[in-house]
């Protein structure tokens, strides 16, 4: 048999009628709206009935993300898969695909071989319509902004200190600055504006951290949109702009029910960055999700030092959640890359090299265990050369932390493979010890705050504020915005702010150099490194590869 590609594999499944999904998990056809025959979106006022079920709630994380790929989505889905072949009522819940990467060069979110989320074209390309959603409703804020400033700007907006920007749903980084308002009065007043992509906008993070449209109203609300003259904030409450903004994300709030290849059901929605948002599902897919079933897997973006640390100190505080369980997902190939082996050497057996990498893993095992104090497994996504001289290196380095380690082979056999992790995410819940705790707790100061994250949870000896970092901390707490969460940017590929320093490096500072606050959403972003919100498109973009026949089959879409 020859390989098959993920699109290939998706298109060959049978899927079941939607409705047959919805049943599976207790919900009518008058309790979902039909998208075609394989998508629908959940009412999520079905919340406010009580279900009398404790769902178990599993989080998928992984190491540090490498050009070697660790498979975090395809095990996740595999994952619940395999809980739902051992009799399990299980729902997936993952992210939504942001186009910009699917036509550049990351891939879609929809997992990959016989452990995916389908239809896949649909979920990777407009899905329901939601991600579209939230561009219009980023820029009517932005409209609204320039309006009013044209209507003779009663709040004093000073058209320099403008922080909201457009926003656009791809990668274009000839829109990451700009200026508009050019060709005299009537076309407003010239500025310097800018885009960033839809899923890096503050909208989607204040959309999934929300628990209704009540909630979701209030978060656009207290938005800052830009500042006076004199530097007062002025809020998107301000321009009146909360009450359109929301009507517009009506239904895109409803959680998108999908399935897997296997036919467990699936909630896909909501999709912030992990590296300048909190980089999860939406609050209200996550709890739809333990709403209809007992065991529900979830994913964060990016590494345990990303992902997950903002999963747990941002959206389990938001929302009252605490995991049951960890699944921290590696490959051998992975862990040579980050023992210094090239790419194209990455299928030789390297124990030396394996062994240098390996602190990376063991870094982000200890962040779910000695730091939130969560019960974890290490899945380890097996690739065909890996030799078990290597698997047997990786098994033994982790047991020595307490943790075991199982073989993940979904990507190969769907939720045959998975199993190995199943039952052991399954002991964990059952046998171990759950003294889930915060990195931080909210009533310290802000500068402590986020050294609890760069100490605890990347290893840093101290953080350095710039002048700038120090001055915005001051101000932002002098307006009341002490007792949030921090949302720390950082690149994803290292533990510290240098994306070059891979393994787990010692002896480092972190360097805040600047803050900014998303008052709806919730927290205080600290910025470190160079964190970019609108990304190019490669010298060689997916797009290139994707093409549609005359019967509207996509091929070429990974």
Partial sequence: MGFKSDIEIAQEAKMQDIREIAKKVGLSEDDIDLYGKYKAKVDYNLLKKESGRKAKLILTTAIN?????????????????ALSSLGKSTIVALREPSLGPVF??????????????????????????DIHAMTAANNLLAAMIDNHIYQGNSLNIDPRRISWRRAVDMNDRQLRFITDGLGGKANGMPREDGFDITVASEIMAAFCLSNDIV??????????????????PITAKDINAQGAVAALLKDALKPNLVQTLEG???????????????????????KMAMHFSDYVVTEAGFGADL???????????????????????????????NGGVAKNDLNEENLEALERGLPNLLKHVENITKVFKLPAVVAINRFPLDTEAELKLVEDKCKELG?????????????????????????????????????YELDIPVKDKIRNIAQKVYGA?????????AKKIKQLEDLGFGNVPICIAKNQYSLTDDPKKLGRPTGFNI????????????????????????????????????????????????
């Fill in 307 to 337: 992902g997950a640390e903002k999963f747990l100190d941002i959206k389990c505080r938001m929302a009252d959640l605490k995991p049951d369980a960890v699944i921290i997902v590696a490959t051998v190939r992975a862990l040579k890359y």
């Fill in 104 to 129: 550049g060069v990351k891939g879609g979110a929809a997992g990959g071989g016989y452990a995916q989320v389908v239809p896949m074209e649909d979920i990777n390309l407009h899905f329901t319509g």
């Fill in 264 to 286: 467990t059901p699936a909630f896909v929605h909501g999709g912030p960055f992990a590296n300048i948002a909190h980089g999860c599902n939406s609050v209200i897919a996550t």
């Fill in 65 to 81: 993300p490498t050009p070697a790929g660790e498979g975090k989505t395809t095990t996740t889905i595999g994952v619940a898969d």
């Fill in 461 to 469: 000896d101290d953080v350095d504020f710039t002048a700038v970092a």
């Fill in 511 to 558: 360097t805040v150099r600047d803050v900014t606050i998303s008052a709806g959403a919730g927290f205080i972003v600290a910025l470190t490194g160079s964190i970019m919100k609108m990304p190019g498109l490669p010298k060689v973009p997916a797009a290139e590869k994707i093409d549609v026949d005359e019967n509207g089959v996509i091929t070429g879409l990974f």
């Fill in 403 to 439: 943790v075991n380690v199982a073989l993940s082979e979904v990507w190969a056999k769907g939720s045959e493979g998975g199993k190995a992790v199943a039952n052991e995410v399954l002991r964990l819940i059952e046998e171990e010890e759950n003294d889930f705790t915060f990195a």
């Fill in 215 to 232: 909630d979701l109203k209030e978060r656009i609300a207290r938005i800052i949109v830009a500042y006076t003259r004199d530097g007062k």
